[in-house]
């Protein structure tokens, strides 16, 4: 049942947001940045998925972003 739902929704135009590599502010809500060894800027967990109908963004993935190393 719920596969079936996903293939109608997907079929009609919504898809998950892409929540790997750079931070997107059009498409990624930022709650918060944590000190990381990965490149700033880039997401490194997902709080919350986000959607998309076509090209407008229903909910903006919530994510964190990494932030330099503190030294």
Do not use: C, N
Not at 13 to 33: C, K, W, Y
Not at 43 to 70: M, N, S
Request: charged letters at 30%; glycine letters at 8%; aromatic letters at 2%.
């Amino acid at each position: 049942m719920h596969r079936a739902l996903d293939e109608l929704l997907a079929k009609e135009g919504l898809a998950e947001i892409e929540t790997e590599g750079r931070f997107d502010p059009h498409v990624h809500e930022a709650l918060l940045s944590q000190p990381s060894e990965q490149e700033e800027g880039t997401v490194i967990e997902v709080v919350q998925k986000g959607y998309k109908l076509g090209d407008r963004v229903l909910r903006p993935a919530r994510v964190v972003i990494a932030a330099p190393l503190e030294d």
